[in-house]
């Protein structure tokens, strides 16, 4: 999903703003939490929900806190 200035987004858009603000790839976050490519490509697109454990994960490895993730620092 693409938002223009000033729309909401939500914790996956963030996920995917970082992931490419870092310079990682879907393969790298995959490789990096030991999942398959198509398992995280799912989750950025909706597709397959994350457990709290890759949630978590996920945000140690993009270097954000759960609030920024959540958009609670907005």
Same mark, same amino acid.
């Given at each position: 999903?693409?938002?223009?200035?000033?729309?909401?987004? !939500?914790?996956? !858009?963030?996920?995917?703003?970082?992931?490419?603000?870092?310079?990682?790839?879907?393969?790298?976050?995959?490789?990096?939490?030991?999942?398959?490519?198509?398992?995280?490509?799912?989750?950025?697109?909706?597709?397959?929900?994350? !457990?709290?454990?890759?949630?978590?994960?996920?945000?140690?490895?993009?270097?954000?806190?759960?609030?920024?993730?959540?958009?609670? !620092?907005?």
């Amino acid at each position: 999903m693409i938002y223009q200035e000033g729309e909401a987004m !939500d914790y996956l !858009d963030r996920f995917r703003k970082r992931r490419k603000e870092i310079g990682l790839r879907q393969t790298d976050v995959s490789a990096a939490l030991g999942l398959g490519r198509s398992t995280y490509s799912m989750y950025e697109t909706r597709k397959n929900k994350m !457990d709290v454990e890759t949630f978590a994960a996920i945000c140690r490895l993009l270097c954000i806190t759960p609030d920024e993730a959540l958009g609670f !620092d907005e």
